[in-house]
Nanobody
Framework: QVQLVEFGGGLVQAGGSLRLSCAAS????????MGWFRQTPGKEREFVGG????????NYVDSVKGRFTISRDNAKNTVYLQMNSLKPEDTAVYYC??????????????????WGQGTQVTVSS
């Protein structure tokens, strides 16, 4: 079992920044790829980006490239999502997820084994 807990959501003005954290427990953190997703009411959960087991490789959806950065600290069992230049369309509930099978983070929600409870990010215009 893996438990994931997100922190750091909140309300921010457009152009501002937030950093989300996802703390993991239950298994060796460096053994799984991590992904960040987001979801708004009535829409499917969307892949935002992910990071490989070692942290050497990241990938992002085009809409956040250059604005969002994912990192991880395997010693602290934590993955981060640094969000800069936030836009109102970034408003969503953000989730972290763990994939125990792959080295590199997949895009599909169905590939992930464990999910956090989500944290709300609201960007005002």
């Amino acid at each position: 079992q893996v438990q994931l807990v997100e922190f750091g959501g909140g309300l921010v003005q457009a152009g501002g920044s937030l950093r989300l954290s996802c703390a993991a427990s239950g298994r060796t953190f460096s053994n799984y790829a991590m992904g960040w997703f987001r979801q708004t009411p009535g829409k499917e959960r969307e892949f935002v980006g992910g990071i490989s087991r070692s942290g050497s490789t990241t990938n992002y959806v085009d809409s956040v490239k250059g604005r969002f950065t994912i990192s991880r600290d395997n010693a602290k069992n934590t993955v981060y999502l640094q969000m800069n230049s936030l836009k109102p369309e970034d408003t969503a509930v953000y989730y972290c997820a763990a994939d125990l099978s792959r080295t590199y983070p997949p895009i599909a929600t169905t590939a992930y084994d464990y999910w956090g409870q989500g944290t709300q990010v609201t960007v005002s215009s």
